[in-house]
């Protein structure tokens, strides 16, 4: 497999819009395909993306064209469950554009189980699964994805168990003007989960004497306070994930409101079953040593008040009357506040990253139990979705952006910090990712930034320097990071020298 400190980017300038036809079989015959069933289903450049990927980075490379090709050897062993993670964050886009630049594609997640088959050679299993927003419908993404017709496919001809699990312990019922109604059980991983608890280990712990201002939108924060106190820092791990010999993340490469971007790193926030086990803001502001927005605020101190009392509300018509009192707050503080930012959605923002980082942490170093060890228990690759990327008001409104690029590796602070150069953004800017390189205790990578190794087939990608300006596709971030993020706004050009791993 790959060196850890080394990220693959594949770009093609004419891939820049995913396969039409589920269940996304392979355009034309490969000699190395696994499966029995009726043949190609018409045109699918994303799977052809996918084995050109796989040549470019140079996975079992004296076997590349014939039916022994199994570019995942190195990765997976037979008998091996190998859990699949990609982004599935919601049923659709909130600027009423494309779905397509808000989840990750199904065509890309066909084409990498394929291959899964093949390394397992008959023996093993299959877990797709996520834990998207709790008002997400999680059939329904499914469906509009495509990935249930990829999952009925698999239940037909694959050679061993392939699932798609729900991983979330409850879900929303929604109305559409007021909001969340209420939660409901879901039926969750049947794996069941584990707390995993960092103590005075977790990256929040420098900051736990707010303890009782963790807030993540939507949900309560009493509840909140049982698992992110001054004694513990616990999250509550998906089984199927700790059952994992092998997880594949395959995030979507997307801007976001409180992180900056979206990618390998945050892509992790989908293992964890319960989401108010997840700070993602502190109430307050910086000056008040909250990170929610910069200057106090009673407008915005008061919106946030009225946000928690409507999310808890029992009856419909205490929720239509606090939601009108938070628009008539909001309004406000837009018009009369110091900044525009709300709900720590800003490069302010001190808590989410903290968060991920922890989350990252627990996919490598916690057992199935949840106990955390000081070596690595399970083996991980990242692979990321940026044919139709996502930029602006990620991760749940952003706009489309084609730019036909998969990006992996071996370690997500790697892939993370070569994405962002690829967008147009410095990393060191970007909390999240900046930092998953100084972790001294469970770290997740022994590299340094510039140690990293990039393989592409454009020239011009090869030899990007990740803290200098240059050329790049000029992702627009989140209003929230405007004005501080960006390396440069210049764009790739159309056509560069490459080099074609696939005759």
Request: proline share 6%; glycine share 8%; charged share 20%.
């Amino acid at each position: 497999m790959l060196s850890p400190r080394t990220a693959v980017v594949y770009q093609d300038p004419e891939l820049l819009s995913y396969a039409a036809r589920p269940p996304f079989s392979p355009g034309e015959h490969y000699n190395e395909y696994p499966l029995r069933d009726e043949g190609t289903h018409g045109a699918n450049p994303c799977y052809a993306a996918m084995r050109r990927f796989f040549a470019l980075a140079g996975f079992d490379a004296q076997n590349f064209g014939s039916a022994q090709w199994n570019p995942l050897g190195e990765l997976i062993c037979p008998g091996d469950t190998v859990a699949i993670k990609p982004n599935l964050v919601l049923h659709y886009n909130h600027t009423g554009g494309p779905l397509e630049c808000v989840v990750t594609h199904a065509s890309l997640i066909r084409a990498m189980v394929d291959y899964v088959l093949i390394a397992l050679r008959g023996s093993g299993a299959v877990i797709i699964g996520d834990a998207p927003l709790q008002s997400a419908n999680f059939e329904q993404v499914c469906t509009l994805s495509g990935l249930k017709d990829v999952l009925a496919f698999y239940q037909r001809y694959a050679p061993v168990s392939v699932e798609l699990i729900d991983f979330r312990c409850q879900h929303a019922r929604m109305h559409d003007r007021l909001g969340v109604l209420g939660v409901e059980p879901a039926a969750g991983d049947p794996r069941g989960y584990a707390a995993v608890d960092f103590g005075k280990r977790s990256m929040l712990a420098s900051t736990d004497n707010r303890f009782g201002d963790y807030r993540v939108t939507n949900y309560d924060p009493e509840h909140m306070l049982l698992h992110h106190n001054r004694v513990k820092h616990e999250y509550l791990i998906a089984g199927s994930i700790l059952h994992a010999n092998v997880v594949i993340s395959m995030p979507k490469m997307k801007t976001h409101r409180k992180v900056g971007i979206t990618g390998a790193l945050k892509n992790c926030v989908g293992i964890n079953g319960h989401k108010d086990w997840l700070p993602h803001h502190t109430k307050g502001s910086s000056k008040q040593g909250g990170d929610e927005y910069a200057h106090p605020s009673v407008f915005k101190a008061a919106y946030g008040t009225l946000v928690e009392s409507q999310d808890l509300a029992r009856s419909r018509a205490a929720k239509e009357l606090l939601r009108v009192g938070c628009g008539v707050l909001h309004r406000a503080s837009e018009v009369l506040a110091e900044d525009p930012f709300f709900e720590g959605s800003w490069w302010g923002n001190d808590t989410l990253w903290r968060t991920v980082l922890d989350l990252n942490r627990a996919l490598l170093y916690a057992d199935r139990g949840g106990v955390l060890h000081n070596q690595p228990q399970r083996r991980v690759f990242f692979l990321t979705d940026g044919i139709i990327a996502g930029e602006g008001e990620g991760p749940v409104n952003p706009d489309p952006k084609p730019i036909g690029v998969l990006l992996g590796g071996c370690s997500a602070a790697v892939v993370d910090a070569v994405m962002a150069r690829v967008m147009g953004f410095d990393f060191r800017k970007i909390p999240c990712v900046r930092e998953a390189f100084h972790i001294t205790e469970l770290p997740l990578t022994e590299t340094l930034p510039d140690e990293i190794d990039i393989i592409s087939n454009r020239v011009d990608i090869a030899r990007m320097q990740l803290q200098t300006a240059g050329t790049n596709f000029g992702f627009t971030p989140s209003r929230g990071w405007q004005d501080h993020i960006e390396l440069c706004p210049s764009q790739l050009p159309e056509a560069s020298e490459t080099t074609n791993p696939v005759a």
